[in-house]
Structures are given as structure tokens and as C-alpha cells.
């Protein structure tokens, strides 16, 4: 990440600041995406992102943290699209097949598997522990949740996905 | 593992119009955040209102309410100048010259700006405290400077207001008549002390009728560019 740019666009510099916004752009419409399933929203999510993010980019501290936030923000932001357009408030996922601290194994899975099996939270963690490479003490700190809670999301997704890899293999 | 997940990600296809509506909300904030800049900067300058017409927008005089540094050089000398602006007005202008970038080829922006440059040096040296000028107080070699830019500057002004330009609707001897025209509007206004257009009450009688005359003509240049 280049701090320089990221300084520049502190000071209302947008050239810069769509410089540094460009290199990150496709990650961001991609983890959108995810989140709203249709190109639409996740464009719409796009440009909110931008918006938002060189409007508030003075209240960022750290300049190395730059992509951080931004990925931050695009997850609250499609989660809040999600939101809206379902209407719908999500159960509560079952807790019962809780897996222990064993080897994070990621089973093959299809982006519309992703999609469609797992949870906003769970994608969210899904997405910054293997897309996005953060470690768990990070997503706890990008998504504001404790560590523990962070943990036990991720190990829920894993199964889930895993879960249904197994299903689908049976059939 | 890991890696199978992103390439699956990245199979999620990327849409042409991705980089464009990045630029979209960049621009949003962006002229947004001017606004606020903008009140900062009103906050410092006399308290006061000078409203830009929208009645005539396509005169070069409308302009004196350009801020922009690159012009007026500093704030502070908009200030010693211009007592009043109102973020309207300067939004206005400022979106007329954002489109300026878009609309103009390079060469042609870079033209413009030229000549917008002359205008706005006009105004700090001979405008008054709303940026009028009086063109029958300032030396002629000076005048005919500002008359020959406002003819080549005119043409701009038609374009950014997406109008047809007043010099092909109008003949040669007519589009002199309306540079004149122009001048002659802004020269009154200097002369009464007006703000905007609208405090026709502040024009003395014997100028009432040059006034609506002049404005007369003008509106019926602005029915000709439509």
C-alpha cells in the first residue's frame, strides 16, 4: 500500500485517492458479491464504498491500514444491502456441530456454495480469513467482535461448508 | 485450500462499468466535501449574498464569482476584491468548469482557462465590491482587451451552457452587438450598485430603460441558442 498516496488523499488529494481505490476495486466489487449475489448491488456497493471512503479517509489513523478499513467497510456495507433487501431477519445458525481447534481446512467449494450456505458472518470471516488472508485476531478487530466469537464463526462456516461438501458427495 | 477459494472468487466476473462507478462516488464525495469548504470559506468572508443570475447564465461576467486559486491566485485576494459570494453561485461556476475538463478538448480548456484568466484579472483590478465593472471608467486600450477576449471567450460559455453558440445563430454585426450587450448590462449593474439583476429598483430612471432593453436583448439571444 502506498502511504504516500494514502497521505495525499488525506489532504483531499482524489487523484490520488483513486489511484489507491483502483488497485482495490475489484476485490472489493468480488467481496460484495458475495454478500448481494447480482452485479447490481455489488456495483452500487462499489461506488457507496468509494464514497464513503474518501469522505471519512481523514479518520483513518493508520495510512498502512488503508485496505483494511476499506474491506471493513465494504462488508458492512453489503451486509446492510442484504439487509434491506431481505426484509427478513436471519436465524440463528445451529450451533450443534461445533467443531474443536483442529487444522483450518478449508474444503473445495464453488463461490455460489459460499453464497448460498453460509451466513453474513460467516462469509464475512470466510472471506477475510482466505481471501483476504487476515489472521483471526485481525477479523476479530476488522469485524469489532471478540476473539472467541470470531473463532467459533469461522470453525461454524468451515463445517458448513464442509458439511455440505460431504452431502454432495453422498449424493 | 486457501488458494482454490480465491480463484474461485476470482472467477466472480468484473463488469466494465466497475472503474466508472468508482469514479462516481469518488466525484460525489468529492464535490460534496467542496460544499464544505466552501462554507468554511464563507464564514470568513463579509457576511453577504452575491447571487449569480440564472436569468443571463451565459455571460463571461458570471464568472467573477469564480474562486478557484488558480485564478484569483489566493482566497485572500478574493477577499480584498469580492466582499460576497454565495457557495450557489460558486458551485455553479465551479460545476460549469469541471465540465470544462470534460467537455473541451485540452487545447481547447487550456484556451479557455486563458481567457478566463484575463476576465477574472478584469475583475480584481476594475470590479467592484460584487465584481462589476464600469467599462466607461477603465482605460480604452484596456477595454478593447476585455471586449476582444469576451468575443473569443463567449463561444465557451455557449458550449459549457450546451447552447448553440450565439456567434453562428447570430450574424457578425448582431454577435458584436451582444458582446456589447453584455458589458452594457454589467456596466449598469457596477454603476447602481446592484448585487444581481432582480434590484431593478436600485437602477436611477434614465437608466431603467437602457437596463430592460439591454436584458430584452440578451433573453432574446439566450431563445435563439435553445
Known sequence: MNIRLVKKAQKGDDKAFLKLFQKLQEDIYRTAYVYVKNKDDALDIVQDVAYQSFKKINTLKTPEYFKTWIIRMTINCAINVTRRNKKVVPLIADFENLIGEEEQYLPLLSVKELIDILQEEEKSVILLRFYHDHTIKEISEILDIPLGTAKTVLYRAINKLRKNVKEAGEL | ?226
Not at chain 2, 472468487?9 to 466508472?20: D, G, K, M, R
Not at chain 2, 486600450?141 to 463567449?154: D, G, S
Not at chain 2, 454589467?186 to 432582480?198: F, H, L, P, R, V
Open chain 2, 1 to 226: 485450500m486457501n488458494n482454490h477459494l480465491k480463484q474461485e472468487i476470482a472467477n466472480i466476473e468484473i463488469p466494465i462499468e466497475l472503474h466508472e462507478r468508482s469514479k462516481m462516488g469518488v466525484k460525489k464525495a468529492k464535490d460534496e466535501m467542496k460544499g464544505k469548504i466552501i462554507i468554511y470559506i464563507r464564514k470568513r468572508l463579509v457576511a453577504g449574498a452575491f447571487a449569480v443570475s440564472l436569468l443571463i447564465p451565459s455571460g463571461a461576467w458570471a464568472y467573477q464569482t469564480f474562486l478557484a486559486d488558480e485564478l484569483y491566485g489566493s482566497y485572500e485576494n478574493i477577499k480584498k476584491h469580492i466582499s460576497t459570494a454565495t457557495m450557489e453561485g460558486y458551485l455553479l461556476l465551479d460545476a460549469k468548469l469541471s465540465q470544462a475538463k470534460g467537455d473541451l478538448e485540452k487545447d481547447e480548456y487550456l484556451h479557455f482557462k486563458e481567457l478566463l484568466t484575463v476576465i477574472t484579472t478584469s475583475k480584481l483590478e476594475y470590479g467592484n465590491e460584487y465584481g462589476n465593472i464600469d467599462y466607461s471608467q477603465i482605460p480604452m486600450t484596456e477595454l478593447n482587451h476585455i471586449r476582444e477576449v469576451l468575443h473569443k471567450i463567449q463561444p465557451y460559455f455557449d458550449k459549457l451552457n450546451g447552447q448553440k453558440l450565439s456567434e453562428e445563430v447570430l450574424t457578425k454585426k448582431e454577435y458584436e452587438n451582444y458582446i456589447d450587450a453584455l458589458m452594457t448590462y454589467e456596466q449598469i449593474m457596477a454603476q447602481c450598485g446592484m448585487k444581481n439583476s432582480g434590484e431593478i429598483d436600485k437602477i436611477p430612471n434614465n437608466l431603467r430603460d437602457d437596463f430592460a432593453e439591454t436584458e430584452a436583448f440578451i433573453m432574446s439571444v439566450n431563445d435563439k441558442q435553445l
